[in-house]
């Protein structure tokens, strides 16, 4: 059983940042890959960052040059770096990992970007 926490959601203004971290139980971060994904109301989950247990990253184009993935396998989190943060940003993001095949998610953490 994985369980995720994420934290550091919040209410920001435009071109403002926001650090958001994922601790997970266990060592599951040292082997597995890690992923923020993101959801606004009525839209559906999608990834905006990815990162592979040896620190490779990728992220979702609307987010390139403006968000940063991290991670600490050691202390078994994750951070999200966003900066230049848009109104459209605003959504529950959610941390994933997968588990034996099973995904897992946290309860997620508000993020809200005013104009």
């Known amino acids: 059983q994985v369980q995720l926490v994420e934290s550091g959601g919040g209410l920001v203004q435009a071109g403002g940042s926001l650090r958001l971290s994922c601790a997970a139980s266990?060592?599951?971060?040292?082997?597995?890959?890690i992923g923020w994904y993101r959801q606004a109301p009525g839209k559906q989950r999608d990834l905006v960052a990815r990162?592979?247990?040896?620190?490779?990253?990728n992220y979702a184009d609307s987010v390139k040059g403006r968000f940063t993935i991290s991670r600490d396998n050691a202390k078994n989190t994750v951070t999200l770096q966003m900066n230049s943060l848009k109104p459209e940003d605003t959504a529950v993001y959610y941390c994933n990992v997968v588990e034996r095949a099973v995904n897992y998610w946290g309860q997620g953490t508000q993020v809200t970007v005013s104009s």
């Open positions: 990162i592979t247990s040896r620190g490779n990253s």
């Open positions: 266990g060592n599951i971060f040292s082997i597995n890959a």
